[in-house]
């Protein structure tokens, strides 16, 4: 069993993917591709298609896309695709002989699908881990993906994960989080505040009282010179196994100004109301970040925060107890 995304325009067709009972590309318009059987046959293919590209790097990339849709994705695969506003990803699996060219009759433009049995609620991205939120970053429309088994406990199919990634793991999500809850307040937003600033915040501040309710940091995310957003966050330590509720979410919303964004990061987990109130519509977004994804989070900007904070955790490189 594999696991792959799938995605049109960002997200533009999923209602009809989801609709459809299907998934689709656009390139080869015009060929039907159930007689190819290898991808060196797509190649003459997608070069009599667009005869300006001379790219063999675009085209490689391209008829591998092309390939990996039409022959890789195998019976029985997960395939992802996510909703319009991109919030929440939609999962289903490849049907047997799911491969067929369609003459798009339901507003979607592309013809080459795939027979897709979708789940029909989708997943808030959020509850996934960071390492799996960035693995679907990609900018290629067809693309595998790893972190199978974190996929499968979120949609909640944990009798699928496989055997070989079932063996007693040393559970350093519940140790480093201790760890930090050892912390005081003070000590715990202020190493959110580094923690922000390796993630490219500018002018990150911590500020306020300890544990008002309000904002305790705020900073402007620099993505790149690309884009600056300001960003509102508040933190909070609770114990484990603790559920954020719905108006502790809406109590930081009132708190962001016109134009800004949120953040709440906790050591805990949150309420799904919590999780439906950060992105309503007509509301500023509020992104949340619950144990697991703070600890994913350390362990990849370890070396960015000071020295003091990692004698305090007192944890090695790669975040195992010292």
């Keep these: 069993m594999n696991l792959y995304v799938v995605r049109a325009e960002y997200g533009k067709y999923t209602n009809q993917f989801i609709a459809g009972g299907y998934v689709a590309i656009g390139w080869l318009p015009d060929k039907d591709l159930s007689e190819v059987k290898t991808r060196e046959e797509l190649y003459p293919l997608y070069k ?32 992802i695709t996510p ?8 999962y289903g699996i490849a049907e047997s002989n799911s491969y067929f060219f369609d003459l798009a009759t339901d507003g979607c433009p592309f013809l080459q699908r795939r027979r897709v049995k979708w789940n029909k609620t989708a997943v808030l991205r959020s509850q996934f881990s960071v390492p799996f939120q960035n693995s ?14 974190n996929f499968l406990e979120t949609i909640g199919k944990k009798e699928l994960i496989p055997v070989s990634e079932l063996k007693v793991e040393y559970d350093y999500y519940t140790t480093v989080l201790n760890r930090i809850l050892e912390l005081d307040d003070k000590e715990f937003e202020i190493l959110i505040t580094h923690l ?16 008002d309710g309000g904002v305790d940091a705020t900073g402007e995310l620099n993505v ?18 603790t559920k954020i509720n719905s108006g502790t979410v809406k109590a930081l919303r009132q708190s962001i100004p016109f134009g800004g964004q949120g953040a709440f990061i906790t050591t805990c987990e949150y309420q799904k109301a919590a999780e439906e109130v950060a992105i309503q519509d007509g509301f500023p977004r509020i992104g949340l970040v619950n144990g697991k994804q703070l600890v994913d989070i350390l362990v990849e900007h370890w070396e960015d925060i000071p020295v003091e904070f990692k004698q305090k955790l007192n944890l090695k490189l790669g975040l195992v107890v010292s």
């Design 196 to 211: 922000l600033t390796a993630l490219g915040f500018e002018g990150s501040e911590h500020h306020g009282k300890v544990g």
């Design 48 to 79: 009599a298609e667009y005869p300006d590209e001379t790219s063999n790097l675009v085209i490689g990339q391209q008829v591998g896309q092309i390939a990996r849709f039409l022959l890789e994705i195998q019976t029985g695969d997960y395939i």
């Design 136 to 149: 679907i970053r990609s900018s290629l429309t067809v693309f595998q993906v790893g972190h199978l088994k």
């Design 224 to 241: 790149s010179n690309l884009a600056k957003v300001k960003v509102y966050v508040q933190v909070k330590r609770y114990k484990l196994g």
């Design 83 to 90: 909703s319009p506003d991109t919030d929440y990803i939609y």
